[in-house]
């Protein structure tokens, strides 16, 4: 089993940056594929980004491509992601996620644990 907690969250300015940051608990960190998502009042929970087990491969949703950076460190049990040029439409609690296995997605459905959430608001 894998404990996510997430952290980093905050208001910031239109333009500002964020980094987020989801430390999880286990020594099988490496064994995950590690998503964020995030979910805005009255709307679903959406695929923000992905990565796979080693952090060789990447995916972003089209909205946040060029703008965030997910990253981890496995030797840390960490896993990030960088806003960059923050818009007001990015105002959502962001949550982590852990996969099995090596190969990261953009489905909810397909995570297995899940952090608590932190909330990100950007102001215009």
């Known amino acids: 089993q894998v404990q996510l907690v997430e952290s980093g969250g905050g208001l910031v300015q239109a333009g500002g940056s964020l980094r987020l940051s989801c430390a999880a608990s286990?020594?099988?960190?490496?064994?995950?594929?590690m998503g964020w998502f995030r979910q805005a009042p009255g709307k679903e929970r959406e695929f923000v980004a992905s990565i796979n087990w080693s952090g060789g491969r990447t995916y972003y949703a089209d909205s946040v491509k060029g703008r965030f950076t997910i990253s981890r460190d496995n030797a840390k049990n960490t896993l990030y992601l960088q806003m960059n040029s923050l818009k007001p439409e990015d105002t959502a609690v962001y949550y982590c996620?852990?996969?099995?296995?090596?190969?990261?997605?953009?489905?909810?459905?397909?995570?297995?644990?899940w952090g608590q959430g932190t909330q990100v608001t950007v102001s215009s």
């Open positions: 996620a852990a996969r099995r296995g090596y190969s990261g997605s953009y489905s909810l459905l397909e995570y297995d644990y």
């Open positions: 286990g020594r099988t960190f490496s064994s995950y594929a």
